[in-house]
Every structure is written in C-alpha cells, then in structure tokens.
C-alpha cells in the first residue's frame, strides 16, 4: 500500500508527502493543522496493480478531498480497512 497526502491552502499546494509505510504515514498526518482557514486535503491510497475485471492490469486506488479532520480520518480507516 502507498500514501500520498497533498494539503491546500486557498487552492495552492502547501505540502506534499508520499510513503509506502502506514506508520511514517500516519506520523505525518497527525501533524496537519486543521484549524488553517480554506485549507483542504487530498488523500490517496495505492493499493498496487492487479488485474480488473476487464483482464486488464491496472493500478488500483481511493482518493478524495477533505476539508475536516473527521472526514479524513474515516475516509483512511474505511480506504485502508483490510490492512
């Protein structure tokens, strides 16, 4: 599994972090200042290639956008739920 975090503030890219281990992952998000005006956070988790439905061999992931602290917390438990 991978991780990439992206924090925005006011649309412009501030930080951006990218590791394979959860427990550098998870040291780094706690350090997110939730309290920054207009700040909002792009969470991905890779889960790596394997082959669809199609036969195809494709990467496989979860993403999205989160602008509180309880919205990204439980997209990460929910993305990484079988780990």
Known sequence: MKFLIKIYKNR???DKYRTG???LFLKKARLI???IKGLKVY???S???SFDNFGKFTDFWNDGDYTSRGSFWLAFNVFTEDD
């Open 47 to 49: 889960y790596g290639k």
């Open 43 to 45: 969470l991905k988790v």
């Open 12 to 14: 412009k890219l501030m």
């Open 21 to 23: 281990k959860k427990r």
């Open 33 to 35: 200042n939730w309290r």
